[in-house]
């Protein structure tokens, strides 16, 4: 499994697209926010409602999750692979590495 931790903005998504591109898998987070126009659900997220998204904390789904900016982003534990690419700030890794 592959982590690439660091502050929004660090580009962490850069080095994702090139290791994706290289066979690692990439995990599908989940978020709260709006969907943007180019995005499509399913792909670059799950994008599920904060009602839905604290429900599935209390269920203890996530293997780490966050709230930035009023949104919450998490990645589901049964998601993770071996060969899983994962992108996630400092406070998911810490979190992570609990699990």
Known sequence: MIL???ASAAGKST??????LHGY????????RPQRPHEVQ??????IS??????????KFFAEWTKYNGWY????????RPSS????????YRQLIKL
């Open 73 to 80: 982003y998490g990645c589901a534990k049964d998601d993770l």
């Open 25 to 32: 898998d990439k995990v599908i987070s989940y978020t709260s």
């Open 4 to 6: 690439i931790v660091g």
């Open 50 to 59: 904060d009602e839905n998204f604290k429900i599935k904390i209390e269920n």
């Open 15 to 20: 080095i994702e697209h090139r290791l994706f």
């Open 42 to 47: 399913d792909k670059e997220y799950h994008f």
């Open 85 to 92: 690419l994962i992108v996630i700030e400092p406070f998911g």
